[in-house]
């Protein structure tokens, strides 16, 4: 039994398992920064806590505003959420909303970053809300692929990045891709698993519109995409950083094929569980690699 708004309603609200999303990108940031001398480590700190906070935070805010739409039904698939099971009441909700909003604006990562980090802060925050709310909600007509690909790609290890460079090259753009492809797996096989539940809720996803076998084969081609634009980097004397992603094909073939076994229904979150580990192995390995001069 979970108290309405006690710490453990709130540790659960935030779905601390999903950090492993947040934590790949600045992880893979670092290595870029540490691969071209320039690694610091106080802001390396504030990046992980950024990226950290953006994540709960938008966790809450799709938590509130998917049970305000009547989204998080009784046939819900997926992990519980915590409004829906009255948890953390939607007016408890809007004030952890404001709170967490509160802190990731009073980072310190201007002092590093410069102005520049203001409008990617404001992006975030404003991108977090459009997710699932406003007159068009970006996640019910699609678009959620492309915002991850930019918001746990471009901007988290670009700008982790940049603010202990404040610089930009190719590595950076190669290693952003690889991890959004490698993190939309997530988002892919969430969409898989409650295809029919978004349908009946209006929630266009690109399963939804295309279908399961789409899905699928999209789940697949993402982990593919990953693993070759990682050999962009032998081109940079970075031969591990080709070679050791590769080792996370084999699981994803696995899960992949897995996932078409089970095709519906709850047991789907094993492939989530898996996934997540996957992409965690990617992360390390990429990591592991560009910090590996050959």
Request: aromatic residues 12%.
């Amino acid at each position: 039994m979970v108290k309405q708004n006690s710490t453990k309603a709130w540790l659960l609200a935030s779905r601390p398992k999903t950090l492993t999303a947040a934590s790949i990108p600045v992880m893979l940031g670092c290595a870029l920064a540490s691969m071209y001398g320039h690694f610091q480590l106080i802001p390396a700190i504030l990046c992980f806590l950024f990226a950290f906070l953006m994540q709960v935070d938008a966790n809450f805010i799709n938590d509130l505003y998917d049970y305000l739409k009547g989204s998080d039904r009784e046939d819900r698939l997926g992990p519980e959420r915590a409004c829906a099971q009255g948890w953390i009441s939607p007016s408890g909700m809007k004030k952890g909303i404001l709170v967490t909003t509160a802190l990731v604006t009073g980072l310190f990562l201007l002092g590093y970053g410069g102005w520049e980090m203001i409008p990617v802060g404001i992006a975030c925050i404003i991108f977090a809300f459009l997710y699932t709310t406003g007159p068009y909600p970006l996640a019910y007509h699609g678009w959620g692929d492309i915002l991850v690909l930019v918001f746990f790609g471009f901007v988290p290890v670009g700008c982790t990045f940049y603010v202990m460079a404040h610089d930009w090259n190719t590595s950076v753009t190669m290693a952003s891709l690889a991890c959004g492809f490698v993190i939309d797996t997530l988002l892919m096989v969430n969409n898989f698993r409650d295809r029919e539940q978004d349908a009946i809720s209006g929630k266009k996803t690109i399963v939804v519109r295309l279908g399961a076998r789409a899905g699928l084969i999209l789940y697949f081609l993402l982990g593919l995409a990953a693993c070759w634009s990682c050999f962009y980097f032998v081109t940079e004397g970075r031969l591990w950083a080709a070679i050791l992603p590769q080792i996370y094909l084999l699981f994803h073939i696995l899960t992949t094929m897995k996932m078409a076994r089970i095709n519906r229904g709850k047991e789907l979150n094993a492939i989530l569980g898996e996934t997540s580990r996957n992409m965690l192995l990617f992360g390390i390995l990429l990591t592991a690699g560009l910090l590996i001069p050959t």
